[in-house]
């Protein structure tokens, strides 16, 4: 990264998204296809989004776009 440039991450808009979709965690967890501890650390910011993760969103909420779901943000 040159100096000045802020660093691009990845965001999203599923833990919002979820509330009126899914009524509990273990519904979205199972239908995203992933694990508690992938869901948690990405809503903490200790892991960045991957595929899976993308994949899983995808599924979870097939009417949506990827730019619903998700966002670059300037950190």
């Known amino acids: 990264m040159k100096t000045g ?3 691009m991450k990845l ?3 599923v833990f919002e998204l979820c509330n009126g979709r899914y009524q ?3 519904d979205l967890v199972q239908a995203m ?3 508690y501890d992938l ?3 990405v809503r903490r910011g200790e892991s960045g989004i991957n595929g899976r993760f993308i ?3 995808a599924k979870a909420f ?3 776009k990827l ?5 670059v943000s300037e950190d």
């Open 5 to 7: 440039e802020k660093a």
């Open 11 to 13: 965001k999203t808009r």
């Open 24 to 26: 509990k965690l273990s």
């Open 33 to 35: 296809g992933i694990s």
């Open 39 to 41: 869901y948690y650390r």
């Open 55 to 57: 994949i899983g969103a």
């Open 62 to 64: 097939p009417g949506y």
């Open 67 to 71: 730019d619903d779901l998700f966002y």
